[in-house]
């Protein structure tokens, strides 16, 4: 569930972002070279210090939290991607826009966009069912009263299947992360070919990366290639300067905000590390309106009332605000995603702080530096 805060006083969107937080702070502005979404009537264009200020003036309060050591983020508008930097990372170093972090969960929006490629290149069917398209999977498994689970239940979180197939009962560290990283495709499968649905497929949510790994695995049967590739391939048609990896092929240890516990796999539900001037441009492709994959993998595919999913996103009031958001979380990140399709702005925030509530934190704080961007381009604000 979102979270939104008033947006601030003028006063605030005064500070500039080298001015706010220690030496350490850092920003900087990327161009963006596609069709973006251009500036409504009325809407100002806004400068590099405007944007920088909105964040500032909502990231500042939150590292005087103390729980925060560091913290980065991207806020797209307009064409223009604006990056930030505070504090220090874990591992000594200033954050800037080399420095890697994994982003956890947010590598479900990776798999959302391979999805919707497969769905347009007519390899998948969102309503047919999913082991239809995986041989090494019993049928029996993945149906409850009569219901097949179908790709479109794997999509929303609505498969019936458990979070985890394995691990569940490990305390974090370090059992917990030696279980996942022997948790290889061979015993996810056998493990799924076991597994009894918690709820008929398509009748209760329930997040699961077993599901989103599910996915994965049919994306990689269907091209015949494994899936940090099938990202890689996917990027590059689109923008081949997006650096996103599988955490496990980190060359140099060094530019991994926190080097110790990083994932050692890497699947549809997780496992990619990027910086954050990559994450900013990787979501500009979400506003290249000549682009028909970004736009159909923000469809929504569910709804109830005012929330809903798309691929993997979830998603607030389509026809109004129009707005999706994912968060992720690993043993060494919490993160957040919020999109705005129909403006052109979306914002990215990740710290290497796994404290209890953060994730909730990132959620309120993007929101509102999305609000604030709106108020100082004098864009219509968000319902309350």
Not at 1 to 20: D, E, H, K, W
Not at 236 to 253: F, N, Y
Not at 276 to 287: C, I
Not at 371 to 377: E, H, K, M, N, T
């Amino acid at each position: 569930m979102t979270f939104r805060l008033p947006v601030g006083s003028a006063a605030a969107l005064a500070l500039a972002c080298v001015a706010v937080w220690t030496p350490l702070a850092a920003c900087s502005a990327q161009p963006v070279q596609s069709a973006a979404t251009e500036p409504s009537r009325g809407t100002a264009i806004l400068g590099e210090a405007a944007i920088l200020a909105a964040a500032a003036a909502e990231v500042t309060p939150l590292m005087a939290d103390g729980r925060y050591q560091s913290l980065s983020g991207a806020v797209v508008y307009q064409g223009r991607v604006h990056t930030f930097h505070y504090g220090r990372s874990p591992s000594g170093r200033a954050p800037d826009d080399q420095i890697l972090y994994e982003i956890g969960s947010l590598t479900k929006t990776f798999t959302g966009l391979l999805l919707a490629q497969a769905v347009r290149d007519g390899k998948i069917a969102l309503d047919a069912p999913a082991a239809l398209y995986l041989p090494q999977v019993d049928p029996s498994r993945l149906t409850r009263n009569g219901k097949p689970v179908t790709v479109r239940h794997l999509a929303t979180h609505m498969s019936g299947l458990p979070m985890l197939l394995a691990c569940e009962d490990q305390p974090a560290d370090p059992a917990r992360i030696a279980c996942l990283a022997a948790h290889d495709d061979r015993d996810f499968l056998r493990r799924l070919n076991a597994v009894e649905l918690r709820s008929d497929p398509g009748e209760t949510y329930l997040y699961s990366n077993a599901g989103a790994r599910l996915i994965g695995l049919i994306l990689e049967r269907i091209y015949g290639a494994p899936y940090p590739e099938l990202v890689r391939r996917f990027l590059q048609t689109r923008d081949g300067g997006i650096d996103v990896r599988c955490g496990a092929a980190v060359e140099d240890p060094a530019r991994l905000a926190v080097r110790d516990r990083a994932a050692e796999t890497c699947d549809g539900a997780g496992g990619l590390v990027a910086t954050t001037a990559d994450m900013g441009r990787y979501l500009a492709l979400y506003f290249d309106r000549r682009d028909p994959i970004p736009a159909q993998a923000t469809t929504s595919l569910f709804q109830d009332g005012d929330f809903g999913r798309a691929y993997f996103w979830n998603t607030y009031r389509p026809e109004t605000e129009g707005q999706l958001y994912h968060g992720g979380g690993t043993f060494n990140t919490s993160s957040w995603i919020s999109l705005y399709p129909r403006q052109g702005l979306a914002v990215f925030l990740i710290s290497p702080t796994v404290a209890e509530g953060a994730q909730g934190a990132l959620n309120e704080r993007a929101n509102a530096i999305a609000d604030r961007v709106r108020a100082a381009a004098g864009e219509p604000q968000a319902g309350r």
